[in-house]
């Protein structure tokens, strides 16, 4: 008589789950599953190991199991028994509980429990539920969004917003993750030499095309995010149009194992410019490769054969592997879904931002100061790097405080909001030129000297001599290396065509040829 009672105070919520079936369609739901797990972890609390790293109270569909689950983990975390008895005093006054059967439901679920061995096969069942019911919660407000027609809402937002979404609930929704056995690791870590050793470069990166810097570095490693700072003028774009352009004119693509096309050398390159237009970008590529200066491009001072020079450098680049946003002032969660589709359709490889400061932050919250809102930044392009599996590099300015020292080469502390960047960065790169600052620190004559006179004439020959010297040379100054060693790289810079190339030792600055 008494079994007959918890069979049916078990059966309870299943008829009802037929009866709604009948009548309309209804959530994704198992409640069978709900019970049969909850049913094995009260036989075996042992079991709870082998769901509780992926399933949360809030996954199952009715609220009472959800509650029950919730005591059977806070009970087990305590290390004290969770069954029937040590339950009952969480559940006496739970009137939602008496509506079911009250502390006997707990018996009968014990009672009526078939195999502990399936609890992972349960776990998974009402997981995936719960991740179905929320794609149609998702999919309900996209519908609601886009029928309620707001002026200051775009389309393309809305679709940005409902991407970010998605993609917040595949993150929440994997539960294949945690630890991996050292073997796989160590054969990884395996395939990433080989892959350097049969690249020309010889790096296990991204490579910059800049030998030294790529001796330092390895090449900009795949979710790594990589910080160029520098004050302005010192050439920070003209370095990430540079490793950018180096980077996909050696892309090289092969099919892996699976069948999808890897990068052997090079990488397809993403390029967000928060700053310039996308033509101001291509005029300096065309200005590097057709080897024709800038200000000529700008102006259309061409001669006919640097026009010819032009066009076959247009030609080239054409057929590179490299990609432009342009548009000013985007969210953290805007560049990662764009940069997700991209890495989708055109196998995306390297990252650029341009620059840091003026990317805005994901969250519609308002920030006490603008240190939290860098952090939010940095922190977003640090889960994009891991989540694309490809290496950021993103742009940062300097603080004012570099120029008001006698040594103006930067340093850790002078970076905006230094904290956050500092501490997020896998690698941080300043770029420093001395030809700069010596140009604007051209000796005058003092009140008691005359122009032509021998201590002004003796000052400004030294000056003209550290001007030579310093000409077309710059420093790449690595402050922080996560992976390996820090240190000073020096390149050679040519302004007129805003081109870096390797420094040799023995070099005319006249005759910059790459």
Excluded: C
Aim: aromatic content about 6%; hydrophobic content about 40%.
């Amino acid at each position: 008589m008494e079994s007959s009672r918890q069979a049916a105070a078990l059966s309870v919520l299943a008829r009802g789950e037929n009866v709604e079936r009948a009548a309309f369609r209804t959530q994704p739901r198992n409640l069978g599953a709900e019970q049969a797990l909850i049913g094995a972890l009260l036989v075996d609390n042992a079991a709870l190991g082998r769901v509780a790293g992926y399933l949360a109270p809030e996954h199952f569909f009715h609220p009472v199991h959800g509650r029950i689950y919730g005591a059977i983990v806070a009970l087990v975390e305590r290390g004290q028994l969770a069954d029937p008895i040590t339950l009952r005093s969480y559940f006496e006054q739970d009137g939602a509980l008496a509506d079911i059967g009250g502390a006997e439901y707990l018996v009968g679920l014990v009672r009526e429990a078939v195999s502990i061995i399936n609890v992972n096969d349960y776990g998974r069942q009402i997981h995936d539920a719960a991740l179905r019911r929320s794609l149609i919660h998702i999919g309900e407000e996209i519908v609601n969004t886009a029928f309620d027609f707001e002026v200051d809402t775009a389309a393309t937002a809305q679709i940005e917003a409902a991407e970010q979404r998605l993609f917040d609930l595949a993150e929440k929704g994997e539960i294949d993750g945690g630890f991996v056995p050292l073997g796989r690791s160590l054969t990884a870590a395996v395939e990433i030499a080989e892959r350097a050793y049969r690249r020309e470069s010889r790096v296990t990166g991204v490579a910059t095309g800049l030998v030294d810097l790529d001796n330092l570095l390895g090449g900009l490693h795949p979710s790594d995010l990589v910080v160029l700072a520098g004050r302005p003028g010192m050439g920070k774009t003209a370095m990430a149009t540079n490793i950018g352009f180096n980077a996909a004119r050696r892309y090289r693509a092969e099919p892996g194992p699976d069948g999808r096309a890897g990068a052997v050398e090079g990488a397809v390159v993403g390029y967000f410019s928060l700053e310039m237009s996308a033509e101001q970008l291509a005029a300096r590529m065309l200005a590097e490769e057709s080897n024709v200066p800038s200000d000529n491009l700008r102006r259309g001072a061409l001669k006919n054969e640097e026009w010819e020079r032009l066009v076959e450098a247009s030609q080239r680049l054409n057929r590179l592997p490299f990609y432009i946003d342009d548009t000013p002032a985007l969210s953290v969660a805007a560049l990662r879904t764009r940069a997700r589709r991209l890495k989708r359709v055109h196998n995306l490889g390297l990252i650029v931002v341009d620059y840091l400061q003026l990317a805005r932050p994901s969250g519609t919250r308002g920030y006490d100061n603008r240190v939290q809102e860098v952090a939010e930044i940095t922190q977003g392009l640090k889960a994009m790097a891991k989540e694309l599996d490809v290496p950021v590099l993103a742009l940062s300015q300097l603080s004012r405080a570099v120029e008001s020292r006698e040594d103006k080469r930067p340093q850790l502390s002078d970076l905006r909001e230094s904290g956050t960047i500092e501490q997020d960065a896998d690698v941080v790169l300043f770029i420093y030129r001395d030809e700069y600052y010596l140009k604007q620190a051209e000796p005058k004559p003092r009140a008691t000297e005359d122009e032509s006179g021998g201590a002004f004439q003796e000052r400004y020959s030294k000056w003209q001599q550290r001007l030579e010297k310093a000409r077309g040379v710059t420093d790449i100054i690595v402050a922080k290396h996560r992976h390996g060693p820090t240190g000073t790289v020096g390149l050679f810079f040519e302004d007129r065509t805003t081109r870096f190339g390797n420094l040799e030792r023995n070099y005319d600055p006249h005759d910059f040829r790459s």
